[in-house]
């Protein structure tokens, strides 16, 4: 039977808002007391737009908080006022949210810190009326509560302040020295960008003393980044530490607040500051050198600037960071390691002293702790499944909490006696559970019905269901795949190979899936997607592959994939086409050239053309130093094996984008023009490496499936 074509999705139907989705609760936050949760949530009609939402947990009520246009922030038009370092924040975060972006829970004061439009404001549970705690007239940013409720801090031009919530226009400037080259309080684009730092102060558990990091981009050579909008261009001096080149300045600093005195207590000498735990025994920092290969947690009081080293971690390829540094009660941490290959929680009792704790096979995020447990996310049976897991701290053994097949992202109040999950599983969208932790009493929270008032139920009938299964890698790793058929297949089908490939993303979820994919399967073609070798969640021995070769294992196991569609009927496998964003767009390129014939045409969005081209944290942990390991990079440079491109190839670029610079395409188009090979191309004007704006996504995966439908024929 054929899909009914008059309810088949198109691009409009998705990108345009509202939507095609329920708006679900985002940011979901335990009060300490754990009497009360507060979410953000945008607005039916404008989703976008984000409202401070409360959930009364004895009383089981919703409520709205307090509306973004009572702060006059809810008109996402309205973004000239963004200071640079908001927007780079907010591409960092890819947060593409306007109104109340973030908030904080103040302690036990059962009040929260609001932040909306470089504001901070204070709202107490049972009011609605915000007070401004922030001068009028600035913009702020890097909002920070301390422990106790009491102050906060905040950047303002690079520089910090304080102020005392009890003591209205008490604000204090900490720093002087912010310019256009140094900044205090904030991460550097590595750390925010590639480590998944995105705080650059951090209070000490007594609220006496703040920690800081000073950026000094001094040393990071200036190049010139050309951006284009609808209304003209202008070239951007851009401090981007290049693969191989110099990095910026990063040192940490402690201010007593009882003095005023700063210090500073650690620098970087060509190494990265990649985590700081300010606990109650002292500041614990986890610094990486240079090629990640060692990772060190060391240790200091918050009035010395001796340091003690507690735990070292080394490999031979690169080593992930993680936000699993928990104290212990009496001393020490609980931390992760996956000096095994798979990552475990393991004990750090004393400096040097280390204990792994039996868990599943393998975690992926830590939460928390109770007297005798570690909470952690992870999988015991298959990866494509996320559970929650109790870990015994004496040794014991572990428990998996959550039983329901499917995944589930996960948050946990501060005890850890109740979570909330986020779970959806191939035939149903997103549900949200609050759970208690010891009985497994679930309220719901959220639910996404596909009913008659569903804004994608005149598109349910074509749902396309996947199905889930694995192959073997060359050297017998399981390959996890998810295939999508077309809608109401008839006959067979073009198929489309929708890639990520790079490390640190996992694409197959056994979840309700993306309505990109269902974008496609409505239109004709069916959707294979495959985590290769160096993808997450995995374990080290699962990612290592890839280490000094970025652009072979990864396009072999997608390759290998492709054996799967002999067996399946409405296949075509002569009419494979491949499609990816980011590092998709670099894994169609290099599918292109180094299996030539297997994919009749490819679509790369924003691809890395030459490793050297991208940024040092990212490129060197993966593939070492450009000066060091120079044939590396060349193998995997898409240049070196453009003459295999024969097949259909169309490049998309936002010509603001300021993580993969616009510079790797322009270096394509040379080369490509000058070997003689056509190619299509489309570049959108202001748009950065998201590419998030609703008429950019529209007029894109329009040009994707018309590019598709001539290449591959009509599904």
Known sequence: MQADVRNRLRPASIFCEPGLRLVPPRNLKFCDSERFVAYLKGKGDNPNVLDLWLYRCEQKTHELWLDAAALDAADPQDISRLTDVERAERERRRNFSYGITQFFWLAEREEVLICSAGQGFRLAVGLHTPERITPANTRNSAFNPSPSGKVISYVRSNDIYLTDLDQPESEIRVTEDGSDTVSNGL????????????????????????????????????????????????????????????????????????????????????????????????????????????????????????WTIWHTETSDTWINLTDDLLELEGGGFTFSSEASGKRRVILVTRPGVMTELKGPEHLNQVFGQD?????????????????????????????????????????LSRSCSAFIESFSDPTSPLQMNLVDTASLDAERFFEERIDEQHPYHPFHANHAVASFGSLKAEDDHALFYRLTPPAAPSGTHPVIVYVYGGPGAQKVKFDWGTLVVQLLAQNGFGVLELDNRGSANRGQAFEAPLYGRMGSVEVRDQVRGLDLLEAVPWADTNRIGLFGHSYGGYMTLMGLSQAPGRFRAGVAVAPVADWQLYDSHYTERYMGLPAENAEAYRQSHVLTHLDNIDAPLLLVHGMADDNVLFSHTTLLMSALQKAGKPFELMTYPGAKHSLQEPHVSIHRFNLLLDFFTRHLGPP
């Open 187 to 306: 991460p550097d684009f590595l750390a925010a960008e590639e480590m998944n730092r995105y705080a650059g102060a951090w209070w000490s558990p007594c609220s006496r003393y703040l920690l800081y990091c000073r950026v000094d981009e001094h040393p990071v050579r200036v190049s010139y980044r050309l951006e284009i909008d609808a209304a003209g261009s202008r070239y951007l001096p851009q401090r981007y530490p290049f693969a191989g080149e110099k990095n910026p300045e990063v040192s940490l600093h402690c201010l007593a607040l009882s003095t005023q005195e700063r210090r500073e207590i650690w620098a970087s000498e060509d190494t990265y500051l990649a985590r700081v735990n300010a606990l109650d025994q002292g500041v614990f920092i986890q610094v990486q050198d240079r090629l990640q290969q060692r990772l060190d947690v060391i240790s200091t009081a918050y009035d010395r600037t001796d």
């Open 371 to 411: 007297a005798d447990s570690i909470y952690a996310a992870g999988w015991d049976a298959s990866p494509i499944e996320n559970h929650l897991f109790k870990i015994a701290k004496q040794g014991q053994g572990y428990t998996q909490v959550t039983t329901r097949q499917g995944w589930r992202d996960l948050m």
